[in-house]
């Protein structure tokens, strides 16, 4: 079979070719006076009440756009665009599933700690979101809330909030700069509405970032057959013009500012008409979208793992792992979904130690294995020929194992039979992940913030 | 003659092309038949056999929104001729619907009414990021049966028991049944700010409604 994973060059091309038509042809709907100056100042114009983007503006802003971006953590930072694959956790989940009664409870910012605290714990979770929704805090500070919640249990880089208000970005600079010092470089998200409405608070806050100079996630969410076409590629193309309208816009404002090309594409259940996040088309649609942003030479984050399940069963495991793999194989800067579950609705410790494992898999299949004199062992092979005939006592073997040729994930396979796995109770993925969670909270701390962080961080949160 | 556009008419309705079904009322009308027998012979066999075909899986949700589309234009054709005629159709009740402040969220709220109005539902659709002041005002102003709230974001559906404790403060809460909807929103959270029902889908808001009405 030939190679399926990569869209060929002449692919691409359309994709952007159509893209800049329906920039330069449909145009996006803009109401910020303010946007729209800038706009009709470099050459855009206005019919049919929306305003039109012309090629060659496209063209030169993306040219602006830096191809690595850092995000800061208290004790370390990612780059992504190196070439390494970044993973995260999902952000904003409403609810705390509950795997040994199967229920749900409402989130509290106690549960945005642990996570956090979890997760700095597991290896394969680089960088980490705010994960809930917490409805412990007050309405118009939530996002405030989650942030410094979550910074206070890692060391590790994070992702900034969406914001939906200026004061919303001005606030979240505030804090990040207390947590980060003067030079931050934290992404936050900002979601065009699809197709193509960068009406209200859209392009205002797309500027207050800008003007910031935090580093900005375009983030459209475009759900295929309802709010872009039904055939993939068009979806496609609707969410590529969606991230470089944004783009113009923040590189007119700045030109430089970071950007992470984001693509969240999901389908639509034409029969409940409820988005589906299970279907294999949303990893198909992620490794299209990693494609088209490197043709670019941005950094890529996409939907990894994402499910349509509603327990951490069987059918969310083969969901999300191939969700994740399509993508990963595309070469995704950065993947999501670490904790997701029915859609980003709820999540669990339990999921969140599985996901690590998942992309413990994905990461040992990207990292493929050398082919070299040593590795392809001819010598080995004669040696253990001529020897005992099997090759548990090589040299060669004892190296190949301790440098994670064969990978060893933390849920593992414990018992080794039908009889010692029924004696321990039948353990399934869950119930040993549930066990590997909670001996990482027993044991794991993260050192907390200064006193002088605190003091500064509450008069924040605290201020109206 | 008449037999025939009834079956056409059914036809572009189950076929899906609004236009065709606006230009044969049209015709159909100017032809001397009746506007409730139009509706009665030719339309509503056309719906009910979108409805049946998506119900034993063989349509999908765009078959039912065309068709709605295709009923809506023969609606505005027909409207005024059943006025002069002092004549009316049944309605199985009035919809306020609106995203609440701060969320810009659309389609969620514009498939339930589509589907609501498909249903036999009357329905007011105030878009999106609507003011709980312009909700509050809007109920007083065509005292609907149901009033639809939505919200996709976990961070705006708090606005939504902002605006049942307005209907409240209003005293107008007993003179509206309110559904809530959207992404986050659960039955739990339905129960807890006092809302009279939420579903998960846009068909389960239609039974839903029609609960609420009594129908």
Same mark, same amino acid.
């Given at each position: 079979m030939i190679n399926k994973l990569h869209l060929s060059q002449d692919k691409i091309e359309a994709i952007h070719q159509a893209t800049l038509r329906v920039l330069a042809e449909v145009g996006i709907l803009i109401d910020d006076q303010a946007s729209r100056t800038i706009l009709f100042d470099h050459g855009c114009s206005e019919t049919n009440g929306r305003l039109q983007i012309p090629a060659d503006l496209v063209e030169n802003c993306l040219k602006l756009c830096p191809s690595q971006v850092i995000l800061q953590g208290r004790d370390s930072q990612a780059c992504l665009g190196d070439g390494r694959l970044y993973v995260h956790n999902l952000g904003g989940a409403r609810d705390v599933y509950d795997p040994i009664t199967n229920t749900l409870r409402p989130a509290t910012n106690a549960d945005n700690a642990e996570s956090a605290r979890l997760m700095d714990a597991l290896d394969n979770v680089a960088t980490i979101t705010p994960l809930y929704t917490p409805r412990d805090v007050p309405a118009k500070k939530i996002t405030q809330h989650m942030f410094v919640e979550t910074v206070r249990n890692t060391l590790k880089p994070l992702n900034g909030p969406g914001v939906h208000s200026i004061e919303d970005a001005h606030e979240f600079a505030e804090l990040a700069a207390i947590i980060f010092g003067e030079h931050v470089s934290i992404t936050v998200g900002l979601s065009p509405v699809s197709p193509l409405n960068f009406l209200g608070h859209v392009a205002p806050v797309i500027l207050e970032i800008a003007r910031l100079g935090l580093t900005l996630g375009p983030l459209p969410c475009p759900n295929v057959g =309802?709010?872009?076409?039904?055939s993939l590629a068009g979806s496609i193309v609707q969410q590529n013009a969606e991230v470089l309208a944004t783009i113009v816009l923040a590189e007119l404002a700045h030109p430089g500012l970071p950007i992470v090309y984001n693509g969240r594409l999901s389908a639509l259940d034409m029969r409940h008409g409820t988005p589906i996040w299970g279907n294999p088309e949303v990893g198909m649609m992620s490794a299209a979208t990693v494609e088209i942003g490197h043709y670019y030479h941005l950094p890529v984050n996409v939907y990894g !793992? =994402? =499910?349509?399940?509603?327990?951490?069963?069987i059918q969310s495991g083969y969901e999300r792992a191939i969700n994740a793999l399509v993508p990963a194989l595309a070469g995704a800067d950065e993947l999501s979904?670490?904790?997701?579950?029915a859609g980003g609705t709820y999540s669990c410790n339990a999921q969140i130690v599985i996901d690590n494992d998942i992309y413990g898999m994905v990461h040992r299949v990207c990292r493929g294995f050398s082919v070299d004199d040593d590795s392809l062992a001819v010598d080995v092979i004669a040696h253990a020929m001529s020897t005992s005939?099997?090759? !548990?006592?090589?040299k060669h073997t004892r190296k190949y194992s301790h440098s994670g040729e064969i990978w060893e994930g933390? !849920?593992?396979?414990?018992?080794?039979?039908w009889e010692m796995w029924h004696s321990a109770g039948s353990p399934s993925a869950v119930d040993r992940a549930q066990f590997v969670s909670a001996d990482i909270l027993r044991n794991h701390f993260v050192p907390p913030l200064s006193e002088e962080q605190e003091r500064e961080l509450q008069k924040l949160l605290s201020w109206k | 003659m008449s037999e025939e556009i009834f079956t056409q008419l059914t036809e572009s309705l189950v076929v899906g092309e609004p236009e065709e079904t606006e230009a044969l009322t049209k015709e159909a009308l100017a032809s001397g038949i009746e506007p409730l027998t139009i509706i009665r012979e030719g339309l509503m066999p056309g719906m009910n056999t979108v409805g049946d075909k998506f119900s034993c899986g063989e349509y999908f949700l765009p078959d039912l929104i065309i068709a709605a589309e295709g009923m809506k234009k023969a609606m505005e054709v027909l409207e005024p001729e059943l006025r002069l005629r002092n004549q009316t159709v049944d309605s199985m009740g009035t919809v306020l619907l609106g995203t609440v402040k701060g969320d810009i969220h659309e389609i969620g709220k514009s498939l339930v009414g589509t589907m609501l109005s498909a249903n036999g539902f009357k329905v007011h659709d105030l878009g999106v990021n609507v003011s709980t002041d312009n909700f509050i005002q809007k109920v007083k102003e065509i005292n609907p049966d149901i009033l639809g709230l939505s919200a996709l974001l976990t961070t705006t559906m708090t606005v939504q028991h902002e605006i049942i404790q307005e209907l409240v403060k209003a005293g107008m809460r007993n003179n509206v049944k309110v559904m809530v909807g959207g992404a986050p929103v659960t039955r739990s959270w339905s129960d807890e700010i006092g809302a009279d029902g939420y579903a998960e889908d846009a068909l389960g808001a239609v039974q839903l409604a029609r609960k609420l009405v009594g129908k």
């Open positions: =309802a709010t872009s076409p039904m !793992l =994402a =499910a349509s399940g509603y327990s951490p069963d979904g670490v904790g997701e579950m005939r099997n090759f !548990l006592g090589e933390k !849920l593992g396979i414990q018992e080794v039979g | -």
